[in-house]
């Protein structure tokens, strides 16, 4: 009698963290719109589309790696370099972490962090950067059992525009066949 695979293994027990390529674009992107919900991360949520994605890996490809089981992404760690005009400090911006649900807590996260981090150093960053929301208590307690410190409060603010008068007023002019 064969016997059932558990859920939350890797189908071929190896998950090989590697260099994210052109064609893993479109998977990156349906997992993160699985991990970056309205629902649990609306400030994620907000920033998480293709353009972010494409323009990371056209500016730091070597910073965007991804975890593939057997042919399929479940797992990706998007980083970019930062540098101030006239400053020796360089710094790794860990823009965006993810893993797919029924693999989590197997260690995946942890790989893409330590190759990053590496490629960061690599790169001669003095200074490694994270940011998330701070209802994400899963996300935090990883980072912070990682070696991320310093905590700073952030605050983030929005304005709905739609009701703005000049807002309304340019709807309007756009029913009324006029175009400003």
């Known amino acids: 009698m064969k016997r059932k695979q558990r859920p939350n ?5 190896i998950i090989d963290i590697r260099q994210m390529q052109l064609n893993d674009l479109p ?7 699985r991990l970056f919900t309205a629902e649990k991360l609306p400030t ?3 920033s998480w589309d ?8 056209q500016s730091d490809e070597e910073t965007c790696l991804v975890a593939e089981d057997d042919g399929k992404v479940v797992g990706f760690a998007l ?4 540098e ?16 797919t649900p029924r693999l ?6 942890r790989r893409l962090l330590n190759q990053l981090t590496q490629l960061f150093i690599d790169r001669e960053a003095r200074i490694m950067l994270v940011d998330t929301d701070e209802d994400n208590t899963d996300a935090l307690a990883f980072l912070r ?6 905590e700073t409060r952030h605050v983030y603010l929005s304005r709905n525009l739609d009701d703005h008068p000049k807002s309304v007023e340019r709807k309007n002019g756009h029913r009324n066949g006029k175009v400003h």
Request: hydrophobic content about 40%.
């Open 27 to 33: 998977q990156v992107f349906r997992l993160g719109q």
């Open 9 to 13: 293994k890797a189908s071929n027990g």
């Open 79 to 82: 980083g970019c370099m930062m």
């Open 44 to 46: 994620l949520y907000r």
């Open 84 to 99: 101030k005009p006239r400053s020796a400090w360089r710094y790794g911006w860990l823009e965006w972490l993810g893993v």
């Open 50 to 57: 293709e353009h972010e994605i494409l323009e990371l890996f």
């Open 104 to 109: 989590k807590r197997h260690g995946i996260a």
């Open 145 to 150: 059992k990682t070696g991320f410190g310093q």
